[in-house]
């Protein structure tokens, strides 16, 4: 069995509330669907973010198409290390991304060819229902909003809520606290500030979001500044999340051996595919250091393909994030649906999951009227609209 052919599939697909954040408002995604099919006719499934931007994205995709098309999809292994030999080296944040989104699709034609679900391919599943978080859009950054939002999602079973922290220090606080009140010790309450504080800052709002119970501060400081990150959690007591710097596996094994975290936070994106976010989690799992998956803008092909992964650890588990409650679509065409906050590991061979062809051609249409959503916008811009 060989890969025939590999196509690349861009679409835009809208939220229904924006994300806003440190850096801006994001009305949506802009992803790039992998489809890899064989010479007997099967058809392998992946996905990546269009971060930082699509043609970047998808042109280290297309640079990866000769060590793809002609090849067993079985060498995945192979493909992973041919491909840095190849140069990702030389940009492995994007470069990670592009091979993540082959990767995928390789080990969703090598389950679907065993006739298996990955999760059975790789050892079987212990945690068969994997929690995940309710994102807060909070839209108007306003607590009373804020406070809706949260009882809403305790009402539908969520027992984590997560918010966007790092945009106005005691507007930011005042939400919080709102959270807390209406909601008390239904749900844990986790904040990510990406990187907004100084550690002069943090050494000031951090207490005061501890004093708040928050289940753990992510980001707080810069990515870069592991020294700080251990500093800030042994001077407050509270527990800090490593995302931006956990990025890449050594990064991952530094913020360990550092003790700059009490959570790591990352995802098959910034990690470089599958079965390094397995790896990490067996790392993580070792050190007695909770996984959690990051939310890369993830729709539901990656979201299907993590499951068969945080199914295999242990319970109980954090809150994983995702952002599918704010999406418009999944581009699944039976789309994830959450039971009490929590996704069922799939059962179908491969990653167990089909894209939904009519709606991979209309956010690909999206795509070309609309263009790219930009994760850096102002926070007060518009949902775009037209053409391009």
């Not at 196509?7 to 850096?23: A, D, G, K, Q």
């Not at 984590?160 to 844990?188: F, N, R, S």
Request: a negative charge; glycine letters at 10%.
């Amino acid at each position: 069995m060989r890969i025939a052919e590999m196509r690349v599939h861009v679409v835009s697909v809208p939220f229904t509330e924006p994300e806003t954040w440190r850096f801006g408002r994001l009305w949506g995604l802009t992803s790039a669907i992998v489809e890899v099919r064989t010479d007997t006719g099967l058809v392998g499934w992946g996905e990546t973010p269009g971060s930082p931007t699509i043609g970047l994205v998808t042109g280290a995709i297309e640079g990866l198409r000769p060590l793809v098309v002609g090849r067993d999809p079985h060498d995945v292994t192979a493909f992973v290390r041919l491909a840095r030999l190849r140069g990702v080296h030389h940009y492995p944040y994007l470069g990670n991304a592009a091979v993540a989104a082959v990767e995928i699709a390789l080990w969703d034609v090598v389950g679907k060819a065993a006739g298996l679900p990955l999760a059975r391919l790789w050892g079987g599943t212990a945690t068969p229902a994997v929690p995940f978080y309710r994102y807060l859009p909070v839209q108007d950054r306003t607590p009373a909003t804020a406070a809706a939002e949260a009882r809403t999602a305790v009402a539908e079973g969520y027992r984590t809520v997560y918010l966007k922290l790092g945009i106005a220090l005691e507007a930011d606080l005042a939400i919080v606290a709102a959270v807390h009140e209406a909601i008390g010790d239904a749900a844990a309450i986790r904040v990510d500030a990406n990187e907004a504080w100084t550690r002069f800052e943090a050494d000031r709002v951090v207490p005061r979001l501890g004093a708040l119970g928050v289940e753990f501060v992510e980001q707080p400081i810069d990515m870069h500044d592991l020294d700080g990150l251990a500093e800030l959690r042994a001077r407050t007591g509270v527990p800090i999340g490593a995302n931006q710097s956990a990025w890449l596996p050594h990064q991952v094994a530094a913020t360990i051996a550092r003790r700059a975290a009490d959570v790591i936070v990352t995802d098959p994106h910034q990690l470089g595919g599958l079965a390094t976010f397995r790896d990490v989690a067996a790392l993580c799992e070792l050190h007695g250091i909770p996984l959690i998956k990051h939310a890369f803008g993830d729709l539901g092909v990656t979201t299907a393909a993590t499951l068969h992964v945080l199914g295999s650890l242990p319970e109980p588990q954090l809150g994983h994030q995702t952002h599918l409650q704010i999406l418009e679509h999944d581009l699944l065409a039976e789309r994830l649906t959450f039971t009490a906050g929590c996704l069922q590991v799939p059962t179908a061979p491969g990653i167990g999951v089909e894209v939904d062809r009519d709606a991979l051609r209309h956010y690909g249409e999206a795509f070309e009227s609309i263009g790219e959503y930009e994760g850096y916008s102002p926070r007060d811009s518009e949902r775009p609209t037209g053409s391009r």
